[in-house]
């Protein structure tokens, strides 16, 4: 079943396309990667996904509802540049985002336990947001977008400025969720991480998908050696025209 789908999904600047024509299938279960230079378009496409962005065009569906009311309440979304309180602790700032999603007391102390553990920010649930490192409040970020445990996660470059401890325990809760049937977009320029985490990955650039598929998906469409690195077949692929699969 379909996850997230978009038909001819556009988003126009003015004269400017940010997003053009884009259809986008991610599946239930599937962990995409949408990979792609700076200036893609691929924070606008997230944004289009979770209503904060008004397509100029195209359609979206999220768990088979085209009523963003619908899916909202069960889809996680991390910005790009996430607004945290500077002024609320951890615990607080988690606590007033569960109410807000309308989690069940008991749930969400648990959840919030779970989730501090999980980062190691279990010493810091007292400290205030402003007084954290930048990596610590995108894990702060991260938990915000767990709590409620959403059936689907948008994560806007989610991987920015976490030490590689915590990376790997990132990429460890997305591959529960997603074996506990979640699915998750995730946006990112680092081809490393999508290498290691993506199920399927979409090849972005100037608006357009170039091409989507597995990693062995997209090496035999560049026609690369098996060798070859996401790197290798990302570069391939954004030099030379649009293709499908
Ligand atoms: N609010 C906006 N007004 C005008 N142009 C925008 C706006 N938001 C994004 N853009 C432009 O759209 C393009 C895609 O941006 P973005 O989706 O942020 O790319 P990415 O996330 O892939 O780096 C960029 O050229 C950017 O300058
Ligand atoms: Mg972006």
């Known amino acids: 079943m379909s996850a997230i789908e978009t038909f001819d999904l556009t988003k126009k600047f003015g004269e400017f396309v940010a997003v053009d024509g884009l259809n986008l299938n991610v599946k239930e279960g599937e962990i ?25 065009g195209g359609r979206i569906t999220v768990l088979g509802s085209e009523n963003l009311m619908e899916y909202k309440g069960r889809t996680g979304y991390l910005p790009e540049n996430p607004a945290i309180y500077e002024y609320l602790t951890i615990k607080e700032f988690l606590t007033f985002i569960g109410r807000i999603k309308k989690v069940e007391k008991d749930v969400l102390d648990e959840k919030i336990i779970e989730l501090t553990h999980t980062f190691s920010l279990e010493e810091k649930l007292k400290s205030y947001i402003g007084s954290l490192s930048h990596g610590m409040r995108q894990k702060v970020a991260i938990s915000a977008a767990l709590l409620a445990d959403p059936k689907v996660l948008l994560l806007d470059e989610p991987l920015t400025g976490l030490d590689p401890k915590s990376q790997r325990d990132f990429k460890d809760i997305i591959r529960e969720k997603a074996k506990d049937h979640s699915s998750i977009l995730l946006s990112t320029h680092i081809l490393d991480v999508a290498e290691r985490l993506c199920t399927s990955v979409g090849i972005f650039n100037k608006g357009k998908l170039m091409a989507t598929g597995t ?16 790197e290798d077949v990302f570069i391939k692929l954004t030099e030379e025209g649009e293709k499908d699969i």
Not at 36 to 55: C, F, H, V
Request: net charge neutral; glycine share 12%.
């Open 215 to 230: 990693l062995d998906d997209l090496r035999e469409l560049s026609e690369s050696s098996s060798s070859s690195t996401l």
């Open 32 to 56: 995409f990667g949408l990979l792609g230079p700076n200036g893609a378009g691929k924070s606008t496409t997230i944004k289009m996904l979770i209503g904060l962005l008004k397509p100029s």
